[in-house]
């Protein structure tokens, strides 16, 4: 079939290779809304020749990268660096067209992920992580020091988000945490849950922010904090990508060489390769993981001690946040349009959520809460090294990348 066939309207029961027309709609909402941000932007004064010059690189490195992590079925994306990149130096309106451009092209190309409809479909979602790294760059996370007013706000953020984690895992292995669309108490339940979490996420952010983290005029205190920081995100990162590889139901368990037709993860590249046994099953799997993310947080914390380099912690905020939004965000499409499955490596953890009891919207949310974080922060992170190795002259082409990035 041709990239562009799926683009017909489906027949009567016809369910592959086209479009049902409540998608079709769909996604001339999203052509629409590319064309307000192209304009929004316009208005701005943010497409500047430079800008414009960077989108088609910036939606090349988003399409190349995340069609080889299609390929290789890896659990994350990959797929917005080039959107991050664009948000913060041209800033949100940029950014999110960027993004939207991205998954749109990406649609009709006959790479990985595209000649369908499903990178077409969460293009809403590339627009807002352009968005938000518009935002976070305006807020200073690219450039922030410890002397800066504003470290004491991200650690606060920093704390809440952390305290909605552990308020949202207490609840889910306490009374449970569930969705269904055809039960509306699960739904209400899973709303009011929801806004429990966040408030208390909010509350104690918001004390600690008008306590502990009162740091003006103290920047060795605010470095220490900034170096702690450092240390516990790399550690929880380090476990994440640990437990999405090597856990017994991560990445690397369904690599057992036994897909005949070729089509499986790195099968095609590997000749049916049997890689099933780098899987660590519990509790030596959660040991392991647990030392080399001891050891890694406490690197970091050497590595973040020395000179300026803590600053990287508000960009890791900045990403993480930027997950949470997009996991959010991601999981109604996913559930909603298409069944929870999208082609990609996700979906293995979309199945395992499945077979844990959770309904096609909680497992779509629960993948999206496990990749999404882990994927937004490796993305900023990638934006802040390329941003160091620029030059200041060209930073200066674009029209927020002297005002958003450290010298």
């Known amino acids: 079939n041709a990239p562009m066939d799926w683009l017909t309207i489906c027949a009567a029961e016809q369910t592959e290779g086209c479009v049902q027309p409540i998608q079709l709609i769909y996604l001339i909402a999203v052509v629409i809304g590319a064309v ?16 414009l010059t960077l989108m088609p690189v910036a939606i090349a490195i988003n399409i190349a990268v995340g069609a080889v992590v299609v390929l ?52 809403p979602v590339a627009g807002v992580i352009g968005l938000m790294a518009g935002f976070w760059a305006s807020r200073g996370v690219f450039q922030l020091r410890a002397d800066d007013a504003r470290v004491g706000s991200f650690l606060a953020l920093a704390t809440g988000i952390g305290a909605a984690v552990v308020a949202a895992l207490v609840i889910q ?21 929801g806004v429990v979490i966040a408030l208390i996420g909010i509350a104690v952010g918001y004390i600690s922010g008008r306590t502990i983290y009162r740091l003006e005029g103290q920047p060795d205190r605010a470095k220490s904090y900034l ?7 790399a550690g929880a990162l380090a476990f994440a990508f640990m437990r999405l590889l090597f856990g017994p139901t991560g990445y690397f368990i369904g690599i057992d060489g036994k897909d005949p037709d070729g089509d499986g993860p790195l099968t095609a590249l590997f ?58 965000i991601s999981a109604p499409i996913s559930a909603g349009v298409l069944g929870g499955v999208t082609g990609g490596g996700t979906d293995a953890l979309v199945a395992l ?55």
């Open 36 to 51: 307000l941000f192209a304009y929004m932007a316009r208005r701005s004064r943010d497409l500047s020749t430079a800008t």
């Open 72 to 123: 290789l079925r890896l659990p994350i994306y990959l797929d917005s660096i080039g959107t991050v990149l664009v948000g913060v130096v041209a800033g949100p309106w940029a950014g999110a067209l960027t993004g939207i451009l991205s998954n749109l092209i990406w649609s009709l190309l006959p790479v990985p992920g595209g000649a369908g409809p499903v990178a077409a479909f969460f293009a």
């Open 173 to 193: 292995n306490t009374i449970g945490l569930s969705f269904s669309f055809e039960d509306v108490d699960s739904q209400n339940r899973f709303v009011v849950i």
């Open 227 to 233: 170096v702690a920081g450092s240390a516990i995100t």
């Open 271 to 328: 000749g049916g390769a049997n890689l099933s046994t780098l899987a660590v099953a519990d509790p030596a799997g959660l040991v392991i993981a647990g030392v080399i993310a001891v050891v890694i947080g406490w690197l970091v914390a050497r590595w973040a001690a020395t000179g300026d380099k803590a600053r990287l912690f508000p960009v890791w905020v900045g990403g993480l946040t930027t997950g949470l939004v997009a996991a959010a």
């Open 353 to 407: 959520f499945r077979t844990l009891g959770l309904g096609v919207f909680g497992s779509a949310f629960a993948q999206g809460l496990t990749s999404d974080p882990l994927d937004k922060t490796i993305s900023y992170t990638v934006v802040f090294l390329i941003l160091g190795a620029l030059p200041v002259a060209v930073r200066t082409m674009f029209s927020r990348g002297e005002s958003t990035v450290a010298d």
